[in-house]
């Protein structure tokens, strides 16, 4: 009985663990794809500033989703956070360096009004959020894949050998992904022509987003285990209604010149695309490829039972608040950008 | 050089360059909400004018704090997996706690208070202020805790290979990090005090918008001296504390050697990693009363001490006397500027010092934190484990590249930076006008 209520609590932990990256994907995501697409869709230096805007009062809100992820992360799965984060140690630092400047961009770039100052950051604004959605990629699509740990769990992957194709095609998975919704929210927030371009590149995009998606879950079957919980037990395959209907809904939506929900519909796409991710590789946290019996799991890896359960009534007071409060600002601010919205 | 000895200095220079952000975001953040209340009681332009100018400095500021703080939480996995597997269960639980409990708000409504000037009432952007001043001291409150339980552990039991969760009350209860986190807030606020203070002074002297830098400075000299005060006779009780868990510690920053009752306090002393060179004009008893209140008291020397179980010595000692020289200097500069704050401009010499004393606080929360944390080595856990245990198996190559990139990027936003704020402190209030 003792362990059977453990191993319920490690699995409901596994649940919110993927609930907070795919929260995190979905929110970071789009701002990461609105600076992405900074130099497609901004023709001057006003139309710059309202992108940067755009995202302004929420990037910082939206990256704790990462730290939260991590935190829980470390705190949950300790030994898999040590593995996975030693593991991945370069790309890792890598995406953090990305978002460094990132970050800093935004307050910077306005200060001083010096051409090269600004390119500078401008520069920053868009290596800092090309790179993270691409890294992000490259590493989910090798923790999908499954990556070589040995009989201690330490991996043995190096940066190489997570850029093999399916990690690549991940990544742009990933940049895609982010780019439509960051098209999306510019579709809501901006006005006039940039909007119009938004709206016309998000478009233009979808069929795109639909053909990667049928070509990487196809080269998901071939290179990954991660069918194999679906075969097991196929009412697990309801996770597909999430990516699926988000990609139709958007499209009608977009049709319907509805931009709050046709960005809704990608970000239950985005959400669908983690939950299947991860609930292929339940119960592994990082499975292990080739060797699966090295994978770590939600059994190795846990925290202990008392851990788990403080963390639970902690997770369930605090994040319906900061769900509550992130929701509010969303809503006092994510009005199309005016000229007294301008901070930056 | 090793991949822990490297991990070391990396994570050093981590720490302690977003320590050189996050004491002025503790200290200002709640003075720039007392001065949005201030103008939400009064109605007066001036408070909220002054909120914006101080708000400008502390964004730019809050945004390295931000960004640096980022790396800190995974380097305990990318470095420091032996650790994290180690010890996660409780450490792990702490950070994450502070993610959800406290970071979220403090960047959500950093978000709110930035943008919302227009759109919030004064009294609803006020909460706002207040939420980020809040937020980010309790956001300190986890990561003292957390930090308490390196240099003291509770309330946990080794099991399962393991440090496991056997308390969480001892853990968030332990003492020593509540020591900690006094010693830490006042730090932190008289830091924003003589911030405030220094940049005011410079105005004052050019008699620039002097009923603007008036008030700012006469408040910030009443917080500077309030917590110069409160840190240095909590600093007391601290280290009080600290010497009954810590021996160890206690005897590298005293550089005491031989164990002895009634332990002499040197006033002449030159340390050294192997014994004294120099012990002249001795103080009888007064170590052993400083350390325990008590003039009889036994103090344990480092001859008892196994040499792998020494921390560094001579660094220990040197940054606990900055430490103190410079927590004894305070008090009196704050202490002067408040008796003659009705008529400071008289007093030309003293508002030339003041901005040049503003690196000082940042000097003296530097050496505390080396104290704290060198003085604790060889152990990662105080008694529990040795940082060469903790460090991941990554090689010297990986840190080096990490280590080197981290230190070029961190150089240029931090020379950036600096010179950002310092150009928006020299411009003064009309900063706001412009566009």
Redesign the interface.
């Known amino acids: 009985m003792e362990t059977m209520n453990y191993t319920f609590l490690q699995a409901i932990w596994f649940v919110l663990w993927g609930l907070l990256w795919a929260v995190y994907f979905i929110l970071d995501g789009f701002d990461l794809g609105v600076g992405t697409l900074m130099p497609f869709l901004a023709r001057n230096e006003q139309e710059k500033r309202v992108m940067y805007n755009a995202t302004?009062?929420?990037?910082?809100?939206n990256?704790?989703w990462?730290?939260?992820a991590?935190?829980?992360?470390?705190?949950?799965f300790?030994?898999a956070?040590?593995?996975?984060?030693?593991g991945l140690?370069?790309p890792?630092?890598l995406l953090?360096?990305a978002?460094?400047?990132r970050?800093?961009s935004?307050?910077?770039r306005s200060?001083?009004d010096n051409e090269n100052w600004k390119r500078t950051w401008d520069f920053c604004q868009i290596a800092g959020s090309f790179l993270p959605a691409l890294l992000l990629g490259v590493a989910f699509a090798n923790i999908f894949r499954g990556l070589p740990l040995d009989e201690t769990g330490?991996n043995t992957a190096t940066i190489i050998g997570l850029l093999n194709p399916y990690g690549l095609a991940g990544g742009l998975m990933f940049v895609l992904m982010f780019v439509m919704h960051g098209a999306l929210w510019l579709a809501i927030r901006a006005t006039g022509d940039l909007k119009t371009r938004s709206e016309n590149l998000a478009v233009k995009l979808w069929p795109i987003q639909v053909v990667a998606t049928v070509l990487f879950l196809a080269f998901t079957a071939l290179e990954t285990q991660l069918f194999g919980n679906y075969f097991l037990y196929p009412f697990l395959l309801v996770i597909l209604a999430l990516p699926v209907g988000g990609l139709v809904l958007m499209r009608t939506w977009m049709g319907a010149r509805k931009w709050w929900l046709a960005w809704g519909a990608s970000a239950a796409y985005i959400g669908g695309v983690a939950a299947f991710g991860l609930g292929g590789i339940f119960p592994a946290i990082i499975p292990s490829n080739p060797n699966p019996g090295n994978s770590l799991t939600i059994m190795n890896s846990a925290?202990?039972p008392?851990?788990l359960k403080?963390?639970l009534g902690?997770?369930l007071v605090?994040?319906p608040l900061?769900i509550g409060?992130?929701f509010w600002?969303y809503r006092?601010?994510a009005h199309p950008v005016g000229e007294?919205?301008i901070?930056y | 050089m090793d991949a822990l000895m490297l991990s070391r200095l990396q994570f050093a220079a981590a720490t302690m360059f977003h320590f050189i952000f996050v004491p002025l975001t503790l200290g200002l953040s709640v003075l720039i909400a007392s001065m949005e209340t201030a103008y939400v009681r009064t109605g007066k332009d001036i408070y909220q004018r002054m909120a914006k100018f101080w708000g400008k400095i502390f964004l730019v500021n809050f945004a390295l704090g931000v960004v640096t703080g980022i790396t800190l939480e995974f380097q305990f996995g990318t470095n420091w997996a032996g650790y994290s597997a180690y010890v996660g269960d409780i450490f792990g639980s702490l950070l994450a706690i502070e993610a959800t409990a406290a970071f979220f708000l403090e960047s959500t409504f950093i978000g709110v208070w930035h943008f919302g000037w227009n759109k919030l009432s004064p009294k609803a952007h006020c909460i706002a202020a207040w939420c980020v001043a809040g937020a980010s001291n309790l956001s300190a409150i986890w990561i003292i805790i957390a930090n308490g339980f390196m240099q003291d552990p509770q309330g946990f039991v080794l099991r399962n290979g393991r440090a496991e969760l056997e308390n969480f009350a001892d853990v968030v209860l332990n003492p020593f990090a509540w020591y900690q986190f006094f010693h830490v807030i006042p730090a932190a606020m008289l830091l924003g005090g003589f911030f405030i203070m220094g940049v005011s002074a410079w105005h004052l002297l050019r008699k620039n918008e002097e009923e603007f830098f008036g008030k700012s400075f006469r408040m910030a000299a009443a917080v500077a001296l309030v917590f110069s005060i409160v840190t240095a006779i909590e600093g007391h009780a601290h280290g009080n504390h600290m010497s009954l868990v810590q021996p160890a510690k206690l005897a590298a920053m005293e550089s005491h050697w031989k164990t002895q009752k009634g332990a002499p306090l040197y006033l002449l002393l030159v340390p050294g990693e192997t014994g004294n060179a120099l012990e002249a004009l001795p103080i009888p008893g007064a170590l052993s009363f400083l350390a325990y209140n008590d003039f009889n008291a036994e103090v344990v020397g480092l001859n008892d001490i196994p040499e792998d179980e020494r921390p560094p010595i001579v660094l220990t000692f040197l940054s606990f006397r900055i430490m103190v020289g410079l927590g004894t200097l305070f008090p009196l500069l704050a202490g002067f500027g408040w008796l003659m704050r009705k008529r400071i401009q008289q007093y030309p010499l003293y508002l030339k010092v003041l901005p040049w004393v503003i690196p000082l606080p940042y000097v003296a929360i530097f050496a505390g934190w080396t104290l704290a944390e060198v003085g604790r080595q060889p152990w990662i856990v105080y008694g529990l484990m040795r940082t060469s245990d903790a460090v991941s198996r990554v090689t010297t190559a990986q840190v080096g590249f990490s280590m080197v990139t981290m230190c070029v990027i961190y150089t240029l936003l931090g020379v950036a930076g600096i010179w950002l704020m310092t150009n928006i402190a020299r411009k003064g209030p009309a900063v706001l006008d412009e566009k």
């Open positions: 302004g009062p929420f990037w910082d809100g990256e704790v990462l730290i939260a991590g935190g829980v992360t470390f705190a949950a300790p030994y956070y040590a593995q996975m984060f030693s140690y370069v890792l630092m953090l360096f978002l460094i400047i970050g800093v935004f307050e910077f200060k001083v330490f925290s202990s008392l851990t403080i963390m902690v997770a605090f994040v900061v409060y992130q600002a006092t601010f007294s919205d901070h």
